[in-house]
């Protein structure tokens, strides 16, 4: 699973029209927040830093919860967007919650235990557990 790391609003509108998961590692807009949102229609989720989180409108919020568009906190631990402009998502971690499942564990315990080995916030693992290792 790959998220794609977004730091400049002038990158918004260069972004692949099927991008699903977009973590933006600067403050946005509701202008910008749109503009994602119209660039790339198939959005499923918007990962901001927790510094950011409490800057998002509560408009922007209805909007994104009528869109289906989760907006979760979060951060790309060890990215380097010089490097690769997408986070992968360790396909460890993947593995971890399908082991957690098998053992019979439930999804709050698998959410937390994931995120704190993983440095992922339980928001993101909930978001992985439903869709690269559903139950």
Known sequence: MKIRVVSSREEIFTLNPNER???????PSNK????????????DVIQL????MG???KSIEMFLEMQ??????????GHRKDINEYYTVP????ERIKEMRIEG???EDI?????????????????????????
């Not at 830093?49 to 950011?52: D, N, W």
């Not at 989760?70 to 631990?77: A, H, T």
């Not at 396909?91 to 993947?94: E, L, M, N, R, Y």
């Not at 937390?112 to 909930?126: D, G, L, T």
């Open 21 to 27: 998961i977009v973590h933006l590692a600067f403050r």
């Open 32 to 43: 910008d927040v749109f503009g994602l949102v119209e660039t790339c229609p198939k959005i």
């Open 49 to 52: 830093p927790k510094s950011y």
């Open 55 to 57: 800057t998002i409108s």
């Open 68 to 77: 289906k568009i989760q907006l979760i906190e979060g951060d790309v631990w």
């Open 91 to 94: 396909s460890s971690v993947i």
């Open 105 to 107: 564990k439930s999804n």
């Open 111 to 135: 959410e937390a235990k994931v995120s704190r080995e993983s440095k992922i916030n339980p928001e993101m693992v909930a978001y992985i557990m439903n869709k690269e290792a559903p139950a």
